[in-house]
């Protein structure tokens, strides 16, 4: 199975860093081919809305938005790997996935296979709700198949991070993707 993964923390050493690292290590173990998108490498515009696109591209807009769109269209799965930044996705990640619109419906048709990768500071019981909401919302918006989640409370340091049960849960997540 190909795999591409969204990295959608500007801290390339933080805490989501290590749940994509451990995920990816499961994943290439399982035979997987994996491919690491670390958007703050890349010029992405905002969406504009111009709907140009008629919801089929191509975008008007010419940014690094078509590397990562030729990525995604010859994959099998997506992973989303984001920091909690008020309680949503991080700036970099959003504004990814809102220049999906230009190619919904070949996402939707490939029926592709998806998982989240979070990491918060905080770790209280309601911490991911509206993340978790919104991830299930687009599982179900473009007919992916869920393959889980991994939300890491209490994940506001690297050394919180590895020194929680998270990592080793996101390296079974990649692990047991199934093809």
């Known amino acids: 199975m190909n795999i ?9 050493k933080g805490s989501t860093n290590i749940l994509s690292e451990a995920f990816l290590q499961g994943a290439r173990e399982a035979g997987h081919q994996v491919q690491r998108f670390d958007l703050t490498d890349f010029e992405i515009h905002p969406c504009t809305g111009c709907v140009s696109c008629g919801y089929e591209g191509p975008c008007v807009q010419k940014d690094d938005n078509q590397k990562i769109q030729e990525a995604i269209l ?6 989303f790997a984001t920091p909690l930044y008020y309680y949503g996705m991080s700036a970099q990640l959003k504004t990814v996935i809102d220049r999906f619109c230009a190619y919904n419906s070949s ?3 490939k029926h592709m296979k998806s998982a989240l990768l979070a990491v918060a500071w905080n770790s209280d019981h309601w911490t991911f709700d509206a993340l978790e909401s919104h991830y299930k919302t687009l599982v179900r918006y473009l007919d992916f198949d869920d393959q889980g989640m991994v939300l890491g409370k209490g994940c506001g340091t690297p050394s919180m991070t590895r020194n929680s049960g998270f990592p080793e849960l996101a390296y079974e997540l990649g692990k047991r993707c199934r093809g």
């Open 107 to 109: 996402i939707t048709r």
């Open 4 to 12: 591409i993964l969204l990295q959608g923390s500007p801290n390339k």
């Open 74 to 79: 010859n994959a099998d799965m997506i992973v």
